[in-house]
C-alpha cells in the first residue's frame, strides 16, 4: 500500500527541499520505492540535491503540466546520485528551472487538478511504495490540493518568531483538510537550546505531533547542497532525528 | 624496502618525548664530533712525533757520523804533513843508508806524531817492499806488512784507512791510516802508517747511549758488517751481522781481521740489521731485537764504507702520542658529558611550556581549562615561537572559556507565542474560500473511497 506525504513549511529556508531529499534516501535505504515531486515551481531546487544536472532537468513536472508528457515519462531515475549502497529506488520528477517555464507558470497559471491526477499516476506507474511531494512555502492553491490529496503531512518550521504564526495556520488548515497523519519537524535549533525541551514546548504551543527537532549542524551547513546528508553522516544527531522521523511515517 | 626493525626503531623514536630526542640527538652529535677530532687529533699527533723523531734520530746519527769523519779526517792529515818532509822522503827511499840526521828527523816527527794523538798506538815508514824502516814502536821493525791492503793501497797512491782487525802486536781491535809517500818525481817510494786503538771511536759511539731519550741505542758496522763499535753489547765486537760469503770470510782471515790466528766468531743473525749495511745514503727502517722494536736510521760515514745505525725504541716517541689519545680521550668524555648535560638542560627548558601546553589543550578538550589556567598561559614570559604560542593558545583558550560560560548562561526557554486572534482570521481566509470548501469536499470523498490502511 503506498503512502503520499507531503513536506511543507509556511516560510522558505527552513531546509524543506533538503529534508525531502534526506526522507526519500532514508526511506529508500530501507528498501521501499520512492517518487519525489518537486511542486515548488516557482523556485524549484531540490534536484541539486539529487546530483541531477540542470541539463537532464527536461522533461520536467511543467512538461506534464502542459500535456507534453506523461508524468511518469518526467520521472527521472537517481538511485545512483545519492552516494551510497541503495537497496531500493528514487525517481525524481524535478520543476524546469527554465526562466520561461517558471515565468509562464506565474504569468498563466495551470490545472491544479492536474497534480492530484499526476501523483496517482505516478504512484501506478511506477509502483511506488511513497511518493514524496516537496511542496511551495505558503498556503496556495496547490500547496492545499497537496495537503489535500496527502495521507502524511510533515511540516518543518524553525525556532524562529516569524515561523510560529505561519505554522499555527497551516496546522488549523491541514486539520479542516483532515490529513491522516501530521507531524512537526522543528529543524536547525540553535546549540543554545535544548532540543528535547524545545520539542515539548512546541508540541504543547500546537497541540501537534513533533516528530524531531534537528539541532543545527555545521556539517550540514558545509555540505551545502553537495550530496544526501543523512548517507555521509549517519550518525550525526540530525541523521538520527531524521531516522525517527522515517520510523514515523512508515507506522 | 626498508627493513622490519629499522621501522620500528624509528616508530619507536618518534614516540619519544621531544626533551629526550633533543638530547639523544646532541649527544650524538657530540660523540660524532668527539670521536671524529680525537681520530684526527691523534692521528696528526703520532704522525707529527714520528716525523720529529725521524729528524731527531737523523741529527743524532749525523752527529756521529761527522765526528767519525773527523776523526778520520784528521789522523790522515797529520800523516799527510809528515810525509812531506824531505827527510821522511830520504829514509823511505834509503832505509838504514840514510843519514843519521835524516833518521833522527823523521824519529822526531814521528814521535811527536803519536805524542799528540793519544790513540795512535803507533806510527812508522815502510819502504816500497813494505819492510818497516823506521817505527815508534821498535818491535814491528825488521817485519813486512806487504801483505796488507794498507800498504797495497797507499802504494797506489791512496789515502787509506783500513778495517778493523785484533792488532797483532797487541791483540786489541785497532785499525791503519796509511799515506803514500812520493819523491820529487811524485813516484811512490814508501808508506806512512798509524795504527790507533778504537778508544776515541767506541766513545764516541757510546756517548749515543741514551742521547736521543732512553733506550735509544747505536751500533757502527763496517763495510762487510762487523760490528766495529755499539751501545748495546760488548761481546758483538767484529761479529759479522749475518754469516759472511766464503770469498770474504777469507780476505779477512788472510788479513788477519780476527788475530793472526783467529778464527771467525759467529754471526749475529740479524737480517733486519743488515740491511744497514753499504748504504749510500740516511735510510730508515725497522728494527726488532730481543722484542724491543726499533725506529732506526743507517747513516754512511764520508770516510770509509762504514754504517753508523742509530736506533730508537717505537716505544719512547709512542708513548707521547699515547699520552695524547689519554688526553683527548679524556676531553672528548668530557665534551661529551657536557654535550650530554646542555641538551638535557636546553631539552628540559624547551619541552617543559610544551608540556604545560599540551596539558592545557588536554584539560581544554575535557572542557576542564579554567580561565585562570588559560590566563597564566598568557601571561608567559620569553619571546620564542614556543612562548608566543603559548600566549596566543592561552589568549584563545581565554577567549573560548568566556564565550562557552557565556553561551551557558543564556540557555533559552522557547516561547512560542502565537497571535490568536490573527490565526483564526488567517485560517477563516483561506478555509472560507468556495476554493478550499471543494477542495475539502472532494479530499473527504477521495479518502473515504479508499481502502482502509491496515493496522501498523
Given at each position: 500500500?503506498?503512502?503520499?506525504?507531503?513536506?511543507?513549511?509556511?516560510?522558505?529556508?527552513?531546509?524543506?527541499?533538503?529534508?525531502?531529499?534526506?526522507?526519500?534516501?532514508?526511506?529508500?535505504?530501507?528498501?521501499?520505492?520512492?517518487?519525489?515531486?518537486?511542486?515548488?515551481?516557482?523556485?524549484?531546487?531540490?534536484?541539486?540535491?539529487?546530483?541531477?544536472?540542470?541539463?537532464?532537468?527536461?522533461?520536467?513536472?511543467?512538461?506534464?503540466?502542459?500535456?507534453?508528457?506523461?508524468?511518469?515519462?518526467?520521472?527521472?531515475?537517481?538511485?545512483?546520485?545519492?552516494?551510497?549502497?541503495?537497496?531500493?529506488?528514487?525517481?525524481?520528477?524535478?520543476?524546469?528551472?527554465?526562466?520561461?517555464?517558471?515565468?509562464?507558470?506565474?504569468?498563466?497559471?495551470?490545472?491544479?487538478?492536474?497534480?492530484?491526477?499526476?501523483?496517482?499516476?505516478?504512484?501506478?506507474?511506477?509502483?511506488?511504495?511513497?511518493?514524496?511531494?516537496?511542496?511551495?512555502?505558503?498556503?496556495?492553491?496547490?500547496?492545499?490540493?497537496?495537503?489535500?490529496?496527502?495521507?502524511?503531512?510533515?511540516?518543518?518550521?524553525?525556532?524562529?518568531?516569524?515561523?510560529?504564526?505561519?505554522?499555527?495556520?497551516?496546522?488549523?488548515?491541514?486539520?479542516?483538510?483532515?490529513?491522516?497523519?501530521?507531524?512537526?519537524?522543528?529543524?536547525?535549533?540553535?546549540?543554545?537550546?535544548?532540543?528535547?525541551?524545545?520539542?515539548?514546548?512546541?508540541?504543547?504551543?500546537?497541540?501537534?505531533?513533533?516528530?524531531?527537532?534537528?539541532?543545527?549542524?555545521?556539517?550540514?551547513?558545509?555540505?551545502?547542497?553537495?550530496?544526501?546528508?543523512?548517507?555521509?553522516?549517519?550518525d550525526n544527531p540530525v541523521t538520527t532525528g531524521l531516522k525517527i522521523l522515517v520510523a514515523r511515517l512508515l507506522q | 624496502v626498508t627493513p622490519p626493525g629499522h621501522t620500528n626503531l624509528i616508530a619507536h623514536i618518534n614516540d619519544w618525548p621531544i626533551a629526550a630526542k633533543i638530547t639523544v640527538l646532541c649527544t650524538a652529535i657530540a660523540i660524532v664530533l668527539a670521536s671524529a677530532l680525537t681520530a684526527i687529533g691523534y692521528s696528526q699527533a703520532a704522525a707529527g712525533l714520528s716525523q720529529q723523531a725521524d729528524k731527531e734520530i737523523?741529527?743524532?746519527?749525523?752527529?756521529?757520523?761527522?765526528?767519525?769523519?773527523?776523526?778520520?779526517?784528521?789522523?790522515?792529515?797529520?800523516?799527510?804533513?809528515?810525509?812531506?818532509?824531505?827527510?821522511?822522503?830520504?829514509?823511505?827511499?834509503?832505509?838504514?843508508?840514510?843519514?843519521?840526521?835524516?833518521?833522527?828527523?823523521?824519529?822526531?816527527?814521528?814521535?811527536?806524531?803519536?805524542?799528540?794523538?793519544?790513540?795512535?798506538?803507533?806510527?812508522?815508514?815502510?819502504?816500497?817492499?813494505?819492510?818497516?824502516?823506521?817505527?815508534?814502536?821498535?818491535?814491528?821493525?825488521?817485519?813486512?806488512?806487504?801483505?796488507?791492503?794498507?800498504?797495497?793501497?797507499?802504494?797506489?797512491?791512496?789515502?787509506?784507512?783500513?778495517?778493523?782487525?785484533?792488532?797483532?802486536?797487541?791483540?786489541?781491535?785497532?785499525?791503519?791510516?796509511?799515506?803514500?809517500?812520493?819523491?820529487?818525481?811524485?813516484?811512490?817510494?814508501?808508506?806512512?802508517?798509524?795504527?790507533?786503538?778504537?778508544?776515541?771511536?767506541?766513545?764516541?759511539?757510546?756517548?749515543?747511549?741514551?742521547?736521543?731519550?732512553?733506550?735509544?741505542?747505536?751500533?757502527?758496522?763496517?763495510?762487510?758488517?762487523?760490528?766495529?763499535?755499539?751501545?748495546?753489547?760488548?761481546?758483538?765486537?767484529?761479529?759479522?751481522?749475518?754469516?759472511?760469503?766464503?770469498?770474504?770470510?777469507?780476505?779477512?782471515?788472510?788479513?788477519?781481521?780476527?788475530?793472526?790466528?783467529?778464527?771467525?766468531?759467529?754471526?749475529?743473525?740479524?737480517?733486519?740489521?743488515?740491511?744497514?749495511?753499504?748504504?749510500?745514503?740516511?735510510?730508515?727502517?725497522?728494527?726488532?731485537?730481543?722484542?724491543?722494536?726499533?725506529?732506526?736510521?743507517?747513516?754512511?760515514?764520508?770516510?770509509?764504507?762504514?754504517?753508523?745505525?742509530?736506533?730508537?725504541?717505537?716505544?719512547?716517541?709512542?708513548?707521547?702520542?699515547?699520552?695524547?689519545?689519554?688526553?683527548?680521550?679524556?676531553?672528548?668524555?668530557?665534551?661529551?658529558?657536557?654535550?650530554?648535560?646542555?641538551?638535557?638542560?636546553?631539552?628540559?627548558?624547551?619541552?617543559?611550556?610544551?608540556?604545560?601546553?599540551?596539558?592545557?589543550?588536554?584539560?581544554?578538550?575535557?572542557?576542564?581549562?579554567?580561565?585562570?589556567?588559560?590566563?597564566?598561559?598568557?601571561?608567559?614570559?620569553?619571546?620564542?615561537?614556543?612562548?608566543?604560542?603559548?600566549?596566543?593558545?592561552?589568549?584563545?583558550?581565554?577567549?573560548?572559556?568566556?564565550?562557552?560560560?557565556?553561551?551557558?548562561?543564556?540557555?533559552?526557554?522557547?516561547?512560542?507565542?502565537?497571535d490568536e486572534a490573527k490565526r483564526g482570521r488567517e485560517v477563516a481566509e483561506i478555509t472560507e474560500s468556495e476554493y478550499f470548501q471543494s477542495l475539502a469536499q472532494r479530499s473527504r470523498e477521495i479518502r473515504a473511497r479508499r481502502p482502509p490502511k491496515p493496522a501498523a
Amino acid at each position: 500500500l503506498s503512502k503520499i506525504i507531503s513536506v511543507h513549511s509556511f516560510r522558505g529556508g527552513t531546509g524543506k527541499s533538503n529534508t525531502t531529499a534526506n526522507l526519500a534516501a532514508l526511506f529508500a535505504s530501507s528498501g521501499l520505492r520512492v517518487g519525489v515531486i518537486d511542486t515548488d515551481i516557482q523556485s524549484p531546487g531540490i534536484h541539486v540535491l539529487f546530483g541531477l544536472e540542470a541539463e537532464n532537468v527536461e522533461p520536467s513536472l511543467n512538461d506534464y503540466l502542459w500535456g507534453k508528457c506523461s508524468i511518469a515519462e518526467a520521472a527521472h531515475d537517481v538511485t545512483d546520485n545519492l552516494g551510497g549502497p541503495i537497496s531500493g529506488k528514487v525517481f525524481l520528477v524535478p520543476s524546469s528551472i527554465r526562466a520561461g517555464e517558471i515565468a509562464r507558470v506565474l504569468r498563466e497559471g495551470y490545472d491544479v487538478g492536474l497534480l492530484n491526477d499526476g501523483v496517482n499516476d505516478l504512484v501506478n506507474d511506477l509502483k511506488l511504495d511513497i511518493a514524496l511531494i516537496d511542496t511551495h512555502p505558503g498556503m496556495n492553491e496547490e500547496t492545499l490540493l497537496s495537503i489535500s490529496i496527502s495521507d502524511a503531512l510533515v511540516i518543518i518550521l524553525r525556532p524562529d518568531m516569524q515561523d510560529y504564526q505561519g505554522t499555527a495556520v497551516t496546522v488549523d488548515v491541514a486539520r479542516k483538510l483532515e490529513v491522516p497523519t501530521m507531524v512537526l519537524l522543528v529543524n536547525k535549533v540553535p546549540a543554545v537550546y535544548n532540543t528535547a525541551d524545545v520539542r515539548a514546548r512546541v508540541e504543547d504551543a500546537y497541540k501537534c505531533e513533533v516528530a524531531a527537532a534537528l539541532p543545527h549542524s555545521d556539517e550540514l551547513m558545509a555540505l551545502a547542497s553537495s550530496g544526501i546528508f543523512a548517507l555521509k553522516y549517519p550518525d550525526n544527531p540530525v541523521t538520527t532525528g531524521l531516522k525517527i522521523l522515517v520510523a514515523r511515517l512508515l507506522q | 624496502v626498508t627493513p622490519p626493525g629499522h621501522t620500528n626503531l624509528i616508530a619507536h623514536i618518534n614516540d619519544w618525548p621531544i626533551a629526550a630526542k633533543i638530547t639523544v640527538l646532541c649527544t650524538a652529535i657530540a660523540i660524532v664530533l668527539a670521536s671524529a677530532l680525537t681520530a684526527i687529533g691523534y692521528s696528526q699527533a703520532a704522525a707529527g712525533l714520528s716525523q720529529q723523531a725521524d729528524k731527531e734520530i737523523e741529527a743524532d746519527a749525523h752527529i756521529v757520523e761527522t765526528t767519525i769523519d773527523d776523526w778520520h779526517r784528521q789522523r790522515l792529515a797529520v800523516l799527510a804533513l809528515g810525509a812531506i818532509a824531505p827527510a821522511m822522503v830520504h829514509v823511505a827511499e834509503q832505509g838504514d843508508a840514510a843519514s843519521a840526521s835524516d833518521q833522527a828527523d823523521v824519529l822526531a816527527i814521528l814521535t811527536n806524531i803519536a805524542k799528540r794523538n793519544p790513540d795512535i798506538e803507533t806510527v812508522g815508514v815502510m819502504d816500497s817492499r813494505g819492510n818497516y824502516v823506521l817505527d815508534v814502536d821498535p818491535a814491528s821493525l825488521g817485519s813486512s806488512g806487504a801483505q796488507y791492503d794498507f800498504f797495497q793501497q797507499a802504494m797506489l797512491g791512496h789515502e787509506f784507512i783500513s778495517g778493523v782487525r785484533l792488532s797483532a802486536v797487541t791483540g786489541n781491535p785497532a785499525l791503519y791510516h796509511t799515506v803514500p809517500i812520493t819523491n820529487a818525481t811524485g813516484d811512490v817510494i814508501g808508506v806512512l802508517r798509524a795504527r790507533s786503538s778504537l778508544t776515541t771511536v767506541t766513545q764516541i759511539v757510546a756517548a749515543a747511549d741514551g742521547r736521543l731519550g732512553s733506550n735509544a741505542d747505536g751500533v757502527l758496522l763496517d763495510a762487510n758488517g762487523l760490528v766495529i763499535a755499539n751501545t748495546l753489547d760488548e761481546s758483538w765486537l767484529l761479529r759479522p751481522t749475518v754469516t759472511l760469503a766464503p770469498a770474504v770470510q777469507a780476505t779477512l782471515l788472510t788479513g788477519s781481521v780476527w788475530g793472526p790466528d783467529g778464527t771467525t766468531p759467529p754471526a749475529l743473525n740479524d737480517t733486519e740489521l743488515a740491511r744497514a749495511i753499504g748504504v749510500k745514503r740516511p735510510t730508515v727502517f725497522d728494527w726488532a731485537l730481543k722484542g724491543v722494536e726499533y725506529h732506526s736510521l743507517a747513516m754512511p760515514i764520508e770516510q770509509t764504507d762504514w754504517t753508523y745505525v742509530a736506533a730508537l725504541p717505537f716505544d719512547t716517541f709512542e708513548a707521547s702520542a699515547r699520552d695524547i689519545l689519554h688526553l683527548a680521550v679524556i676531553a672528548a668524555l668530557v665534551g661529551i658529558g657536557v654535550a650530554f648535560t646542555a641538551g638535557a638542560l636546553i631539552a628540559q627548558r624547551l619541552s617543559m611550556p610544551l608540556q604545560h601546553l599540551t596539558a592545557a589543550a588536554r584539560l581544554m578538550v575535557d572542557s576542564q581549562l579554567s580561565v585562570e589556567q588559560a590566563t597564566a598561559l598568557m601571561q608567559t614570559v620569553d619571546n620564542d615561537e614556543i612562548a608566543e604560542l603559548s600566549r596566543v593558545f592561552g589568549r584563545m583558550a581565554r577567549e573560548v572559556i568566556q564565550r562557552e560560560v557565556g553561551l551557558r548562561s543564556q540557555v533559552q526557554v522557547l516561547t512560542v507565542q502565537i497571535d490568536e486572534a490573527k490565526r483564526g482570521r488567517e485560517v477563516a481566509e483561506i478555509t472560507e474560500s468556495e476554493y478550499f470548501q471543494s477542495l475539502a469536499q472532494r479530499s473527504r470523498e477521495i479518502r473515504a473511497r479508499r481502502p482502509p490502511k491496515p493496522a501498523a
